[in-house]
């Protein structure tokens, strides 16, 4: 039979049910932060194990590229990425949403990623043995400097202020050092505490630093946390011909994603992040990145979609997995006795091909899925009360951290890591930067030590490092892609001075913000306390193995250094006014009780139990949020409905998700 001729297979009535219960189940846990496609796929498995071999593949990558595409809707509607693949589409996503444009946003996102995720399965379908020999190309040095690339990122995002951003990378790389090596294994910066032997949990931390400081900042005034938009729905015609007049951009990008979710371990994250900084290198108008362009959402969406058949090359033809969904769905295919190799496309034919043939149609049925969704989800969040709203996003905030690993110690560093994250984005050190550090941190120290040992060994530590064709491509990218911004801020200047545009629109939050004229003490407080944590780290790495150490003592110093960079900046400014604590007003008395509330939530939860801790933490938290002043019925109201969200919660993950959840006292 031909390839075509698979197609017929995979249209049966079970197949396409699949295929289409396994999209919208996937994109409401996608949309639900900390409840990643991982688990989406994992939790299914058991149940294909009893369906014929391709059905079962059908429904697994089903879930997997609906889930991928679901974050978009945290990312665009409460600025928090639902999975780690979107969190690119919070820069640009959430200021259309917070302008009135979320559900334009919305369309974009659901018009990209079936176009990225159709060019994905396409590849595979046609492409697969000649792009696993891509993956094979690339060593332990080309993965390191690619992972240096999507640092490149922070520039574009720093424009103005470009040490900041550097400085938030370094926090971000020390975060992911915690925990054993993943070369040499020693154990590192875990300060005798158990729970930091797996290291810091990467949904965890994305949860806390994007999600946490929205919340804070929600139940600070009256406003509306959206904008309700003027034309009302979710605008698909106007998205679809934005999305046309940016063709070039959804094809770049959906390749690029392509070509990086080939690569073992890189995935939506970095593919997103890679193709928003070449949307933004090569627009005419990159200033406005950031600030709610609609060629960052399209960018994004269409590149982490596409990693979905990207991923499947190698972990079909090669038998490594791309990303943990796809290891899991390579066990799924281990247990169903079906051989990875090479062979594989002419020995099972039929199942790989009805298999690669259910996912085209499955990405095909996220339109029609994705806009229905949307088109509720973008509506109902804007006129759901804060004293409804905040409550919700803080529950799932906490289920999501809490589900990984059905461990509270995730829960509470998340919280831990968002109050955090707060305070530091009030002084301009913004969660982007830290977030790409963690992410991108154990591909950079795993590539960089073995580059370094290889190098040592062989007395070509140049070489190694600069001299390897496929890295001296990176790096021209990586360096094209740093010195951009600075030429982008030149010109614009330039034209500014010709008097041919205005200043510069408000910046909403989502860059960091431009360098302050005058010296800032506090700007230089912080310095000085990431100069101590430097010492520390380079200290702390002393009595480690030359393997564990070499990267911790590298990223210490170049800490120190734009700690330093930092400092040195501020004294060469003019002296400002003094510092003067920032006033207790109403609004920053309502931060400090939901920090409280959020505390006391996630460290009395094992000891009170997960459900009784959640309905009085939602209670609590609703009189926070509260500015409407309603009537008692309408409290009584609001008071059931949050109860009766926090038992389905509990209900879903105790009976259906099997998670242990802590009982403590009550339950």
């Known amino acids: 039979m031909d390839i075509i001729g698979y197609l017929v297979d995979a ?18 846990i996608g949309a639900l932060p900390g409840l990643s496609a991982t688990m989406a796929v994992a939790v299914l498995v058991p149940f294909t194990f009893t369906m014929d071999p391709a059905a079962g593949l059908i429904a697994l990558g089903a879930i997997y590229t609906g889930a991928i595409y679901g974050g978009a809707f945290a990312a665009i509607l409460v600025n928090t990425p639902g999975t780690p693949s979107a969190i690119a589409t919070t820069f640009d996503g959430f200021p259309m949403a917070k302008r009135g444009d979320g559900g334009l946003a919305i369309s974009l996102a659901t018009i990209s990623s079936v176009v990225g995720g159709i060019v994905g399965a396409v590849a595979l379908l046609v492409l697969a043995p000649p792009l696993a020999k891509v993956a094979l190309a690339f060593g332990p040095t080309e993965y390191f400097w690619l992972a240096m690339f999507g640092l490149t990122l922070i520039a574009a995002l720093s424009v103005g202020n470009t040490v900041k951003g550097l400085i938030g990378a370094c926090l971000g790389l020390v975060l992911s050092m915690i925990g054993v090596a993943v070369v040499g294994g020693d154990v590192r910066y875990t300060m005798g505490m158990q729970r930091f032997l797996a290291g810091i ?62 690569l073992p371990g890189a995935g939506g994250s970095i593919a997103g992040l890679v193709s928003y900084s070449e949307a933004r290198r090569t627009s ?12 960052g959402v399209i960018a994004t969406e269409s590149a982490n979609n596409a990693t979905v058949g990207g991923g499947f090359i190698p972990t079909l ?34 199942i790989v091909y009805t298999f690669i043939w259910g996912l085209l149609i499955a990405t095909l049925l996220m339109l029609p899925v994705g806009l229905l969704i949307g088109r509720y989800a973008y509506s109902t969040i804007v006129k759901v009360p804060k004293a409804v709203l905040a409550p919700t996003v803080a529950l799932l905030t906490i289920i999501g951290s809490f589900a990984i690993h059905s461990n509270v110690d995730d829960a509470q560093l998340m919280v831990g890591l968002g109050i955090l994250s707060w305070i530091l ?17 154990s591909i950079a120290e795993q590539g960089f030590v073995q580059t370094y040992l290889i190098g040592n060994a ?60 005058q010296r800032d003490l506090p ?20 009595g480690m193995s030359a393997l564990g150490s070499v990267f911790p003592k590298t990223i210490a110093a170049v800490l120190i250094a734009f700690s330093a960079l930092l400092i040195a900046m501020n004294l060469r400014r003019p002296a400002g006014g003094s510092f003067k604590l920032a006033n207790l007003n109403a609004g920053a008395m309502r931060r400090i009780s939901l920090g ?44 059931v409905s949050g109860l009766l969200i926090c038992t389905g919660f509990w209900w879903l993950m105790a009976n259906v998700l099997l998670l242990r959840m802590p009982a403590g006292l009550l339950i």
């Not at 799924?332 to 594989?344: E, M, R, S, Y």
């Not at 700007?523 to 002393?542: D, H, M, N, R, V």
């Open 11 to 28: 249209l049966t009535p079970l197949n396409l049910v699949l295929a289409l219960a396994g999209v919208v189940l996937g994109t409401i």
């Open 201 to 262: 949990d990467l949904t965890s931390a994305i949860i806390g630093l994007y999600c946490v400081p929205v919340i804070l900042d929600l139940v600070a005034n009256a406003d509306p946390h959206l904008k309700p938009s003027e034309t009302g729905g979710l605008r698909f015609r106007e998205g679809t011909r934005i999305a046309l007049k940016r063709k070039f951009n959804v094809i770049r990008s959906s390749v690029i994603g392509t070509i990086i979710g080939v």
């Open 284 to 295: 005419e108008n990159p200033e406005s990145f950031g600030k709610g362009n609609p060629d």
């Open 317 to 350: 033809v090669l038998g490594i997995p791309g990303t943990p969904p796809d290891a899991i769905i390579l066990g799924a295919l281990l247990v169903q006795g079906i051989k990875i190799g090479p062979t594989l496309f002419t020995t099972d034919g039929n």
């Open 425 to 441: 984005n009030r002084y301009g050190f913004q969660p982007s930067p830290i977030v790409l550090g963690l992410v991108l941190g």
């Open 458 to 517: 062989s007395g070509r530590m140049t070489e190694m490092f600069f001299m390897r064709p496929i890295s001296i491509g990176i790096i021209c990218a990586a360096l094209l892609t740093l010195g951009f911004p600075f030429w982008a801020d030149w010109k614009a200047k330039r034209r500014r001075q010709l008097g041919q545009i205005a200043e510069p629109i408000a910046d909403d939050g989502t860059e960091i913000t431009p360098e302050h004229k």
């Open 523 to 542: 700007e230089i407080g912080f310095a000085i306390l990431f100069i101590i944590l430097g010492i520390g780290i380079y200290l702390g790495a002393s």
């Open 596 to 639: 409280v509330v959020l505390l006391a939530w996630v460290f009395l939860m094992p000891v009170i139990g997960f459900l009784v801790t959640s309905m009085i933490a939602f209670v609590a938290i609703m009189i926070v949020a509260d500015y409407d002043r309603p009537p008692a019925k309408t409290w009584a109201i609001w008071i």
